[in-house]
């Protein structure tokens, strides 16, 4: 968000200056004060719109935007066949595809309203299974690796969900992007000493980013059925905590997944977001 910013601030820099290059060179300096005004005004406008479209994860945007995007672009794939400003809707498995604040960040978000991880239709064995389209599509070539080629391998990519507490969009959305680099190779070196095993042991955790995780290791190439990692979570803390938890699936070198789990504490204030565990530029997975 910030390098957005940013470079939307030098580009602006760079047209104030041209304009009075220009305008200094021309005969007409004595609107030169309206011209810069005007240039000033779009600058703003643009800004605001760079930063507006980067705030899912700021406070001061209505926690129905998501959704609202979603009926667009379900309309728009309806009437005129593009997912706009969607990148792809899938009407039969009742999902779509969109575009997150990072650079390479991208969101599935179901097109039925649910509001987020606590909701327990999303929890069952026949749950319709949005980690494994997720994971479907962090995986296809036209997803993150159009934007980071150097992502070739499923130990490159993360997906994650914030808690109830942490997120500000009060309709479910899954985080596809790479996964930090020493985040993989902690999962890895936490396999190879068992301290990861194939479910998540109470009391014993794994600190990533400086937060603890409860892991669990699936050696299969599943994320649906019984292998649904909200179903996998509240198996181990109960549905009634469900809305305190934070996910990321993550890919395995051998095949297979790891499932993160970490909870918020309302007594430390933390809030889970198991996001952070992301690179949402890529620029650690080289």
Same mark, same amino acid.
Do not use: H
């Given at each position: 968000?910030?390098?957005?910013? /940013? /470079? *939307? /601030? /030098? #580009?602006?820099?760079?047209?104030?200056? $041209?304009?009075?290059?220009?305008?200094?060179? $021309?005969?007409?300096r004595?609107?030169?004060?309206?011209?810069?005004?005007?240039?000033?005004?779009?600058?703003?406008?643009?800004?605001?719109?760079?930063?507006?479209?980067?705030?899912?994860? =700021?406070?001061n945007v209505p926690r129905d935007l998501l959704w609202n995007k979603v009926q667009k672009c379900i309309t728009n794939q309806r009437e005129i066949h593009k997912p706009d400003p969607c990148v792809y809707v899938d009407i039969n498995n009742k999902y779509v595809v969109a575009n997150g604040s990072k650079p390479v960040d991208y969101l599935l978000v179901?097109?039925?309203?649910? $509001?987020?991880?606590? &909701?327990?239709?999303?929890?069952?064995?026949?749950?319709?299974?949005?980690?494994?389209? &997720?994971?479907?599509k962090a995986t296809d070539k036209d997803y993150i690796r159009s934007k980071a080629p150097q992502v070739k391998y499923p130990e490159q990519i993360g997906l994650a969900i914030n808690s109830k507490q942490a997120r500000h969009q009060d309709q479910l959305h899954i985080h596809m992007s790479?996964?930090? *680099? !020493?985040?993989?190779? #902690? +999962?890895? *070196?936490?396999?190879?000493? %068992?301290?990861? =095993?194939?479910?998540?042991q109470s009391q014993k955790y794994v600190n990533l980013e400086g937060n603890n995780?409860?892991? %669990?290791? +699936?050696?299969?190439?599943?994320?649906?059925?019984?292998?649904n990692p909200f179903l996998l979570v509240k198996e181990f803390v109960g549905q009634t905590k469900?809305?305190?938890?934070?996910?990321?699936? !993550?890919?395995?070198?051998?095949?297979?997944?790891?499932?993160?789990?970490t909870q918020s504490d309302t007594q430390s204030g933390y809030k889970a977001v198991a996001e952070k565990l992301l690179d949402e530029d890529c620029s650690t997975q080289k």
């Open positions: 968000m910030k390098s957005n910013f /940013l /470079l *939307k /601030l /030098l #580009e602006c820099k760079y047209l104030m200056n $041209s304009f009075l290059i220009n305008l200094g060179k $021309s005969n007409i004595k609107y030169r004060s309206k011209y810069l005004f005007l240039v000033f005004l779009t600058c703003f406008i643009e800004l605001s719109l760079t930063t507006t479209s980067n705030s899912q994860m =700021t406070e179901p097109t039925d309203k649910i $509001s987020g991880i606590e &909701a327990p239709q999303i929890s069952q064995s026949n749950s319709r299974n949005y980690w494994q389209y &997720a994971w479907k790479c996964i930090k *680099k !020493v985040v993989s190779e #902690e +999962l890895e *070196k936490g396999e190879k000493t %068992r301290e990861i =095993t194939d479910r998540f995780y409860s892991i %669990r290791l +699936l050696k299969n190439d599943s994320l649906s059925d019984y292998n469900m809305e305190e938890q934070s996910i990321a699936v !993550v890919g395995r070198k051998q095949g297979g997944f790891y499932i993160l789990n």
